[in-house]
């Protein structure tokens, strides 16, 4: 800034209005001070008229609660704040060009807020508005592969379950710490019954559906956030439930089994039962013993081998040493 | 080496407690739904001890949002989750229609947004009740392996003494737990104590 | 200037100990002559107050054990006539509304001279 020639004043309002941001100061009352060429444009409202006025009263339908608070917020401290656009969206009655005022059509909205002149008893604020639909589609295609990776590498796309990799790792994990500590594990394989007799019959597009339901259902049953369910294979589901007895294990199987149940999903080849139906086995580990994490893998496969041998539609728990 | 009393810590934990009840508003605000925030525990660290199996971070990828603040004394204040965790409350944030894949565009801006409110809450709260003025830089969301990150932050900071608060956040009844870091030099948390004391013997 | 010069009974129930020194200290400066009386939890609350009833009491929500809200609400199911000031740091619009559907006064946190006349002006029966 310090090489600008002595017309820096009138160098500085051009650069303020020909910046491809929204610019808008506004003083300790909240009323505009400025306002740039790019808002008056994508709002519809002139500079000459927005001068000196709150901004709720030149947007009086249009502000987002939290854009209220953002600003009440900047007013009394002196922090900066930002609006994302993915929270936000279009906080702002701001349009692509050209302006039509249908709230349907606002402008994707990222919005940045600084103290600006900041002295003892009071500063201003200073409101940026950019448009993030040109950032959103940018950060799409530059997505790096390690960041897709990891988020590829931790969910299953269809059912939003977690998938085998991240299970593979979460399981070796809790249960070190199973050991480490002292406490138990339990862990529940399960599958859905005569999955394929159902895709072949009613279609893949139904047999998503369904295992989108089916993990829907699943995961309602937990409560407590270390608790996962994983899409281990096409139609079998593991549940890792850390620190917790046989019994409690049971419990939720047991709740699971008949949620899924009641689903009420008719399967008229099914040879079960009239509806979609699950197999649960579960096993756990006690502390003190001498099973290790894939002693209680084969127990949990064990025990839902078990009760695809029983009838299917029931819940067979077995001891890792058996 | 100074260490906290009981009592200063108390008073801080407070302090946070308030700041964490105005963000939890916010962000339920935002969300539409219940969002409780609370600060259970403050701890003072020297930093050359923190790794990640200190603050049992046991995830593969950690991410961190960092504001730099100013005032009577400077801190670096950092809102660390696992890479997971902050994906999940990145989803709960947006809203259940919103797809995974879409999830992981946002990622970053979100993230910004939410250290942004809980850190800004934190400070603003412990400016009013001591007293004080705090300014501060515009958030950074980066991710990384968990003890490289660690690191990094530390190294990058160079403050000998750390502030961690463990903080508990539900969104829609799904409870993560994540750290509020506090990065202070010395002198820095010399002035943060005695402005404590002032506060606190002005009961 | 002193407030008020009765004397009356308050219960603080908080589990920080800077809390209860300052809601203390602020009732004090306008109450001088008000015996007070500590809690740190809600639980110890309960036991207290079986033993002998106070007038007032400020309640905070997010201790160990039993949630401020459902104390206050069991303190005034067994003693109605106890006039109870919830005050906290957790000022979800839920809280705010159970409050006052107990009939307990709602204040937010931090504790200030300000916010401790709020709770008074509730115990003293003003709207």
């Known amino acids: ?322 | 080496m100074t260490f906290m009393t009981e009592l200063q810590l108390d008073a801080l934990t407070e302090i946070f407690n308030i700041g964490a009840g105005r963000a939890a508003s916010s962000l339920s605000e935002i969300v539409g739904e219940e969002v409780k925030l609370s600060v259970p525990h403050v701890k003072l660290y020297q930093s050359s001890k923190i790794n990640a199996e200190v603050l049992s971070l046991n995830s593969a990828r950690l991410g961190a949002v960092k504001q730099s603040f100013i005032g009577p004394f400077n801190a670096d204040a950092m809102l660390l989750f696992t890479e997971e965790r902050a994906m999940e409350i990145v989803h709960d944030m947006m809203g259940s229609q919103v797809s995974i894949e879409d999830v992981a565009e946002f990622e970053q801006e979100a993230m910004c947004e939410l250290g942004n409110i809980i850190l800004n809450a934190c400070l603003s709260s412990m400016a009013d009740i001591l007293n004080i003025s705090l300014e501060s830089t515009l958030p950074v969301y980066s991710v990384g392996e968990t003890n490289a990150t660690l690191q990094q932050i530390i190294s990058e900071a160079n403050q000998p003494m750390m502030l961690v608060l463990h903080i508990d956040l539900a969104i829609e009844k799904r409870l993560s737990q994540g750290y509020l870091v506090f990065l202070l030099s010395s002198s820095s948390l010399k002035e943060l104590l005695i402005h404590i004391d002032r506060f606190i013997s002005a009961i | 200037m002193p407030h008020r010069n009765d004397i009356k009974t308050l219960l603080i129930v908080d589990d920080s100990r800077v809390s209860r020194m300052l809601i203390r200290n602020f009732v004090l400066a306008k109450c001088p002559q008000w015996i007070i009386t500590d809690a740190t939890n809600g639980d110890e609350a309960l036991k207290i107050i079986d033993h002998g009833t106070p007038n007032f009491c400020t309640m905070d929500i997010n201790m160990p054990g039993i949630i401020g809200t459902d104390a206050a609400e069991q303190i005034l199911s067994k003693y109605p006539g106890i006039s109870i000031a919830i005050f906290s740091a957790n000022i979800q619009e839920s809280h705010r509304t159970r409050a006052a559907a107990l009939g307990a006064k709602f204040i937010a946190k931090p504790v200030t001279e300000k916010t401790v006349a709020q709770a008074l002006d509730f115990f003293e029966g003003k709207p």
């Open chain 1, 1 to 322: 800034m310090s090489s600008i020639p002595t017309h820096q004043p009138l160098v500085c309002e051009e650069i303020f209005d020909a910046v491809k941001l929204g610019l808008i100061l506004i003083d300790g009352e909240g009323s505009v001070l400025m306002w740039n060429n790019w808002v008056a444009e994508h709002s519809g409202i002139p500079a000459e008229f927005a001068l000196n006025h709150p901004l709720e009263f030149l947007f009086p339908d249009g502000l987002s609660s939290p854009f209220k608070t953002a600003i009440k917020n900047a007013l009394s401290h002196k922090l900066p704040i930002i609006l994302s656009n993915a929270l936000h969206r279009s906080p702002l009655p701001i349009y692509p060009l050209p302006v039509t005022q249908d709230e349907q059509k606002r402008m994707q909205q990222s919005i940045t807020i600084t103290p600006i002149g900041i002295n003892e008893k009071e500063h201003l604020v200073l409101i940026q508005i950019a448009d993030a639909s040109v950032s959103i589609k940018r950060e799409g295609v530059l997505k790096s592969h390690s960041v897709k990776l990891s988020k590829e590498a931790t969910t299953d796309g269809l059912t939003g379950a977690y998938n085998r990799r991240f299970f593979d790792e979460r399981f070796a994990a809790e249960f070190g710490r199973a050991q480490r500590k002292n406490i138990p594990l339990s862990l529940i394989m399960l599958d859905v019954d005569h999955f394929k007799l159902y895709n072949d019959n009613y279609g893949h597009p139904a047999g998503d559906k369904v295992l989108i339901s089916v993990v829907k259902k699943l995961k309602s049953q937990l409560n407590r956030p270390t608790d996962v369910v994983v899409r281990y294979g096409g139609e079998e589901f593991a549940v890792l439930l850390p620190d917790s007895e046989r019994e409690g294990g049971r419990i939720i199987a047991e709740k699971m089994r008949a949620a899924i149940y009641d689903l009420n999903i008719p399967h008229n080849h099914s040879k079960s039962a009239d509806r979609i139906t699950i197999s649960v086995g579960l096993a756990t580990y006690q502390p003190g013993t001498s099973c290790d994490a894939a002693h209680l893998l084969k127990a949990a496969d064990t025990a839902l081998y078990d009760a695809k041998h029983s009838g299917r539609n029931c819940v067979r728990c077995s001891l890792p040493s058996e």
